[in-house]
């Protein structure tokens, strides 16, 4: 035998002991790995959920919709006439009534005015009661009284009108209600438009909401609604429904105003956030109902997990109904008594894995 032929055979036998080596190291390796993987396989053979029981009972539709409380009836007063403020008769925090003095503005050029005005009315009047002795008498010609009552009548005229503008110098309240804001000082200087007082009658305040399209359907104007103040917890006050909108807002909603008679303490204010509970319907006989979040993603993917006597969760389609708050109805697809996963549903897979019910 050659000394090349022993080369070749040696080669040959340590490579095929090199190939049996790395083979029998691969296959240790792979039962490692199998071993590792029905390890952590028998970890997750059991899901950590919580379930809820299917209940059958009435299903009261009673849905919330949120707003902010407004005066219904709110008044800034400006300013009529030019001049100084002379008197400032009330305070914020005031109530005052309706055809109240609330200031009274000096106006010089308005005062001369109505001296005038009262004088030529005055002088017309006794001109009117000289031309009708003299017509009497024949002394003045019918065209004559005629001009002089003409003359009268616009006397008059000017004198209201004068008297009116003058009557702007005495800022009167129009509504009932409180003195939220004083704009202005006494002795101040003020023109036609300059901010006074802000008056809010809060005897009867509006909160406006919006109401979705499921629910604007099932409402009418004059119903009577329960309103509750985020403020003023544990106490209720009842709304009328007064207006409806006919077209949907941007948000594909419907906005809808209730009229809320305060208390007498005046316990609600304006710029409070309320609560609107609306309840249009009351089931005659009990219904499948289950919680909103036992629905895999959201009540349009129409499924649940469903958890069997083996502790197996099994994916099931449903049929929702009518979702108020945190309920659904479930019209088909479900039995009363059974189990069905509300918290977890992320880790699950269709009859797959047992899962464990945490409370």
């Known amino acids: 035998m050659t000394k090349r032929t022993k080369n070749i055979i040696l080669f040959i036998v340590i490579g095929g002991g090199t190939i049996g080596l790395i083979s029998y190291i691969l296959n240790e390796n792979k039962h490692k790995n199998q071993e590792k993987m029905a390890i952590v396989n028998d970890v997750i053979t059991e899901i950590s959920v919580r379930v809820d029981t299917v209940q059958k009972k009435p299903f009261d539709e009673v849905y919330t919709s949120n707003g902010k409380f407004a005066a219904i009836n709110q008044v800034d007063f400006s300013s009529e006439t030019s001049g100084r403020v002379l008197q400032i008769l009330i305070k914020e925090g005031d109530n005052v009534s309706s055809g109240q003095v609330l200031a009274i503005v000096k106006s010089d050029a308005l005062g001369l005015d109505l001296e005038n005005a009262q004088a030529s009315y005055e002088s017309a009047l006794k001109e009117k009661e000289r031309y009708e002795n003299a017509f009497k008498t024949g002394g003045a010609t019918q065209q004559q009284l005629d001009q002089v009552k003409l003359a009268l009548k616009n006397a008059e005229s000017r004198l209201e009108q004068v008297k009116l503008r003058y009557?702007?110098?005495?800022?009167?309240?129009?509504?009932?209600?409180?003195?939220?804001?004083?704009?202005?000082?006494?002795?101040?200087?003020?023109?036609?438009?300059?901010?006074?007082?802000?008056?809010?009658?809060?005897?009867?305040?509006?909160l406006k909401i919006a109401v979705n399209e499921s629910q604007i359907t099932r409402i009418q104007l004059g119903d009577k609604v329960t309103v509750k103040a985020s403020a003023i917890p544990g106490k209720e006050f009842e709304g009328t429904i007064r207006f409806i909108a006919m077209k949907a807002d941007n948000t594909m909603?419907?906005?809808?105003?209730?009229?809320?008679?305060?208390?007498?303490k005046k316990s609600l204010k304006a710029g409070m956030f309320g609560t609107v509970?609306?309840?249009?319907?009351?089931?005659?006989?009990?219904?499948?109902?289950?919680?909103?979040?036992?629905?895999?993603?959201?009540?349009?993917?129409?499924?649940?997990?469903?958890?069997?006597?083996?502790?197996?969760?099994?994916?099931?389609?449903?049929?929702?109904?009518?979702?108020?708050?945190?309920?659904?109805?479930?019209?088909?697809?479900?039995?009363?008594?059974?189990?069905?996963?509300?918290?977890?549903?992320?880790?699950?897979?269709d009859n797959e894995v047992k899962v464990l019910i945490i409370q």
Do not use: M, W
């Open 167 to 206: 009557s702007d110098t005495r800022i009167k309240s129009t509504i009932n209600g409180f003195v939220n804001k004083r704009y202005v000082e006494q002795g101040a200087f003020v023109v036609p438009g300059s901010p006074l007082f802000e008056i809010v009658d809060v005897s009867k305040l509006k």
């Open 253 to 264: 909603n419907f906005p809808v105003e209730i009229e809320i008679n305060n208390d007498s």
């Open 277 to 349: 509970l609306f309840k249009t319907d009351v089931s005659e006989e009990p219904l499948i109902i289950v919680p909103r979040t036992a629905f895999a993603g959201s009540v349009n993917s129409k499924e649940v997990y469903v958890v069997n006597s083996d502790g197996i969760a099994t994916l099931r389609k449903v049929v929702p109904g009518r979702i108020v708050g945190d309920l659904v109805e479930i019209l088909d697809g479900l039995k009363e008594g059974e189990l069905v996963v509300t918290n977890g549903q992320i880790n699950l897979h």
